[in-house]
């Protein structure tokens, strides 16, 4: 990191400046707090899938590990935990389906004025659904629609690097101190508040997890006691954010002053790429999303609420007074 400032030091004369990219906020006419339509459909399709499928295969696998087959219990099993989750998924998938046919008929019902810049990034929001439609099932950047958002951002004459603001996080984000300091590049570790829901939520799942395991060693249950064991670990990594315990530190993405890089490499800057910031309900719990696209591709990265200090580093780093994207 000292090399980096060194050359930022050194080279800041040469630098050519760079100006922090124009915010545009949009608003939902039928209330809802995302236009990211698409990636909200897919992601609960294919979240849907995966965890029917891992909790099938785990009553299943569980079975047959005790020698028992597909008794009627254990098929009982399988169609109650199939129709709890589909009661509490579908439902959403179907508000999100009519609220995106809604907004979509309200905007094309009104003439377009081409200098009204949050009209225009509002209709390509719903013309693509968000910045990129996902795949269903891999969740990566559809190649069909990967460079659609900023083609139709050219063709109304506005720049393809924008960061758009949905209406109801635009205050509370934009409240966000910016410092023009210099500051090298670091790895973005996010974390849970210690006062937010989900953190307690979280806590209530792990000593339920723990309680379980518990039982279930008492009784000799080794191979049950083994599954908990990977739950109550899964929840523990999750916890430990919250103390600021990252242990996947080495994945961590990396932000400069105004550039934003992956663990694979991929760079996304304010000289090529779309930002589009929201909140989501998930389950209890109001987060956050930052959807970036680009010339590499397409991510959408999670923050756990105001509170989560990757929300406030990334505004901080993206929207640098004077950013150095040549930095990272």
């Not at 087959?69 to 009982?76: C, E, K, N, Q, R």
């Not at 060693?217 to 599954?227: E, F, N």
Request: glycine letters at 8%; aromatic letters at 8%; hydrophobic letters at 50%.
């Amino acid at each position: 990191m000292s090399e980096v400032l060194g050359r930022a030091v050194h080279d800041a004369a040469d630098a050519t400046p760079v100006a922090p990219p124009p915010v545009v906020v949009v608003k939902s006419q039928s209330g809802a707090t995302t236009l990211a339509y698409a990636n909200n459909l897919v992601g609960g399709i294919r979240m849907a899938l995966y965890v029917l499928v891992g909790m099938t295969g785990g009553v299943m696998l569980l079975n047959w590990l005790r020698g028992s087959g597909m008794t009627l219990s254990v098929i009982a099993i399988v169609v109650g935990q199939s129709a709890v989750f589909a009661l509490l998924v579908v439902p959403g998938m179907i508000r999100r389906s009519r609220q995106w046919r809604e907004d979509s008929r309200i905007h094309n019902e009104k003439p377009l004025d081409p200098d009204d810049r949050s009209a225009v990034v509002r209709g390509a929001l719903l013309e693509v659904g968000g910045l990129a439609r996902q795949h269903w099932l891999t969740g990566r950047a559809d190649t069909r629609w990967r460079h659609r958002f900023q083609e139709l951002l050219r063709s109304a004459g506005l720049p393809p690097a924008l960061v758009i603001l949905q209406h109801e996080v635009s205050n509370p984000v934009q409240a966000i101190h910016l410092d023009d300091a210099f500051v090298e590049p670091e790895r973005m570790l996010g974390g849970m508040s210690r006062r937010s829901r989900q953190y307690w939520f979280q806590i209530v799942f792990l000593l339920f997890f723990l309680w379980l395991m518990i039982s279930s060693a008492m009784r000799g249950d080794l191979i049950v006691t083994a599954c908990l064991a990977v739950g109550v670990a899964a929840f523990g990594v999750q916890l430990l954010r919250a103390h600021g315990v990252h242990v996947s530190e080495a994945r961590a993405p990396v932000l400069g002053m105004g550039v934003y890089s992956d663990w694979k490499g991929r760079r996304w800057s304010i000289l090529d790429s779309t930002v589009y910031i929201y909140s989501m309900r998930v389950g209890l719990n109001d987060l956050f999303a930052a959807e970036l696209v680009g010339p590499q591709g397409h991510t959408v990265v999670p923050f756990q609420g105001l509170d989560d200090p990757a929300l406030k580093m990334f505004w901080q780093r993206w929207m640098h007074p004077h950013p150095r994207p040549d930095l990272v």
